[in-house]
């Protein structure tokens, strides 16, 4: 069982802060995305606490090889999401204010990695959640990477109904034509 000490309860509660401010507006709104959002990264952010003290001390196990290709999917991933974003965040804005400005695009974005997937920013999130679980395996952890999950599955259907409210059929097309989280699979 690892330790915790004062610093880490401080840094968690830092940071647990951190997610309720950045999450303040979805959190009014039950059932909106950013409100399920907001739990997996808190859940997730338990998890870390869980598994810091193992991050990186066996690089040569296998569960910490794929916690390194996990890291460095869910960062590539990340990256893509934003440079498809990036150029339709410029235009007309989505009014909502439980929505971050970069989630305010008016128009569906539909090439990059999202041509192949509709939530590479959620899988990016999954892909982190299961890089971090794999640290150092065990009970808890399993636990806390399920209910990550299971909230990040959540977030995206909050999604993609309030997606199909907004853009309408366009949406529903787009879903038809593209995976949630995996080109192809899934």
């Known amino acids: 069982m690892p330790y915790f000490g004062s610093?880490?309860?401080i840094a968690f509660l830092l940071l647990s802060g951190l997610?309720?401010?950045?999450?303040?507006?979805?959190?009014?709104?039950?059932?909106s995305h950013g409100f399920y959002r907001y739990f997996a990264w808190q859940t997730?952010?338990?998890?870390?606490?869980?598994?810091?003290?193992?991050?990186?001390?066996h690089p040569e196990t296998l569960h910490q090889q794929v916690?390194?290709?996990l890291q460095i999917s869910s960062l590539v991933l990340l990256l893509a999401a934003l440079s498809g974003l990036l150029p339709a965040y410029g235009g007309k804005r989505r009014?909502?204010?439980t929505l971050y400005e970069f989630e305010k695009t008016s128009r569906l974005v539909s090439s990059g990695v999202f041509r192949y997937i509709r939530h590479p920013m959620y899988a990016s999130l999954l892909a982190l959640t299961w890089a971090v679980f794999c640290q150092?395996?065990?009970w808890p952890g399993l636990a806390l990477a399920g209910l990550a999950t299971a909230l990040?599955?959540?977030t995206t259907l909050a999604d993609e109904a309030e997606c199909?409210?907004?853009?309408?059929?366009?949406y529903r097309r787009y879903m038809q034509r593209t995976r949630r989280y995996l080109p192809f699979l899934l």
């Open 44 to 57: 997730m952010l338990v998890l870390i606490f869980l598994n810091r003290p193992e991050w990186g001390e």
């Open 164 to 170: 199909l409210a907004y853009f309408g059929e366009e």
């Open 136 to 138: 150092d395996p065990s």
């Open 67 to 69: 916690a390194t290709v």
């Open 95 to 97: 009014v909502d204010a």
């Open 152 to 154: 990040l599955v959540r």
């Open 7 to 9: 610093h880490d309860l």
């Open 19 to 31: 997610l309720v401010a950045v999450s303040h507006k979805p959190l009014r709104r039950p059932g």
